[in-house]
């Protein structure tokens, strides 16, 4: 994710880039950071960076990015506590007369746990680059397995609930109940354990040796016939169909329940 912002005539531009992230910030999330940032203060010989100061300033681009996560992911009401450490060469630092950059230097899939991240200067006369540790927990309702779900077996809401809890690592997890529907176990699921979405698949539409409608097109034309199909697969996925008409194999895409669409 990638945020500018413009400070008062006295302070410089920054900008804060987050590297290997896919979530983008809103126009209205944008608006926000701009107006509620801290403002980056200088020593009081005004040639040196304030450590208090830049120490804020990171927290507060911290919350930025992991708000923009938590809405584009739909969490509830969540709190979040970050313990931030600055190196305390910091304040030996000059000003820095070009964009200041902020760059995730970890590889989490959510920035949640111990964190890395780097602030450089990119001036050409007095370059330098300092790497900063946050320490974070959330916490917020998250899915829990209430009974133990076995390998393959569909989840049953009966078997999860939502549960207050804090997390000090990034590990992905559901909020909402109705996002379980058509999943099942990767793996065994211990009771009392949170729900990991990595340990979840979604049921396949087709199974192997379901009879299937197999729709072949060309153009404006289009055929149906009844086939079987030889692989399970998704919506989405690629998958044998032998056609029961000619007996041939064909590759066709699995476009709903027990439906498969082709081209000649």
Known sequence: MRYIKEWKPHFRLW???????????????????????????????GQNLDAKSLESWVLHAYK???????????????????????????VHLPRCESSMVIEGRDHHSLPIGNLKRAISCNDL????????????TV???????????????????????????????????????????????????????????????????????DEVLLTASKGDFQASMKGVALEEGKKGDQIEVRNLSSNKIVRAVVTGKNTVETTF
């Open 15 to 45: 900008e804060v880039r987050f590297i290997g992230r896919k979530q983008l910030f809103s126009l209205a999330v944008l608006t926000l950071l701009t107006a509620l940032t801290p403002q980056v203060a200088f020593s009081d010989d």
């Open 139 to 209: 916490t917020l309702p998250i899915v829990f397995v209430n009974e133990s779900v076995q390998r393959g077996e569909t989840l049953k809401p009966s078997a999860l609930s939502l549960k207050q809890h804090t997390l000090n690592k990034g590990y992905p997890f559901f909020t909402d109940l109705s996002d379980l529907q058509g999943l099942r176990a990767l793996r065994r699921l211990k009771a009392g354990s949170m729900l990991n979405a990595s340990h979840l698949e979604s049921i396949p539409l087709i199974i192997k040796g």
């Open 125 to 136: 006369v007095s370059p330098w680059r300092i790497n900063v540790s946050i320490k974070s």
């Open 64 to 90: 930025g990015e992991l708000e923009s996560i938590a809405q584009s992911q739909n969490w509830p009401a969540y709190s979040v506590d970050a313990n931030i450490r600055i190196p305390p060469s910091v």
